[in-house]
């Protein structure tokens, strides 16, 4: 079934860079599990270790948060992997390069929620951040990350909301398995999904 997928659309073998981005707190981490468990190599160095906010690891290449200073060179090891880039710095991804970008989206209340707990637990002052502003400047933040993907022929994009994937699983990891050329198990893609871990909930 996935070759016919490929015959019938045309995937190309080309080696691309698959992007899983999103705001901080937003599920890419998820994302990330369920694309290694489907069969995808992932670029990551494992110096930020799992802790109580992520479980299950944070999927993290440090080099990445220097895209924006020019350190791009590793992109060339990215190619037919999967890595993630926060939403900020996906305008700093070298033009000589494919992409496929999987950006996650989440009820912003608890992307918010989310980041607050994370600022307790670090010992950091959580009553800093304007809850309402902050959720404004993220909103224009995402619109514009938009406006700059659409006007890129080097990248294609799909978003995937959090709360939709953990609700139904199935339909989002045979989505997001077509959107890489059907060559993903969607199967182990599914088995990765806790509802467990579906902590600050919108009320």
């Avoid at 997001?176 to 599914?190: A, C, N, S, T, Y």
Wanted: no cysteine.
């Amino acid at each position: 079934m996935k070759a016919l997928f490929k015959k019938l659309f045309g995937a190309s073998d080309k080696l691309v860079i698959t992007v899983v981005s999103g705001l901080p707190r937003s599920g890419t981490s998820l994302m990330m599990k369920m694309l290694e468990a489907g069969g995808l190599p992932v670029m990551q160095d494992g110096i930020r270790e799992a802790d109580r906010d992520n479980p299950k690891g944070y999927y993290e290449f440090e080099r990445v948060k220097q895209m924006d200073k020019g350190d791009t060179a590793w992109m060339v090891e990215a190619q037919g992997k999967v890595v993630k880039i926060i939403s900020a710095l996906l305008k700093h991804m070298p033009p000589e390069y494919e992409y496929r970008v999987i950006f996650m989206r989440r009820h912003m209340k608890e992307v918010l929620a989310s980041q607050r707990k994370m600022l307790v637990h670090r010992g950091e002052d959580a009553e800093k951040m304007d809850d309402e502003k902050m959720g404004e400047l993220f909103e224009k933040h995402m619109a514009q990350v938009f406006a700059w993907l659409g006007q890129q022929p080097n990248v294609r994009y799909i978003q995937v909301h959090y709360n939709d994937l953990l609700a139904d699983p199935v339909a989002y990891a045979r989505q997001v398995d077509e959107f890489l050329d059907g060559r993903l198990d969607e199967q182990k893609m599914i088995e990765m999904v806790d509802p467990k871990l579906y902590r600050n909930r919108k009320e």
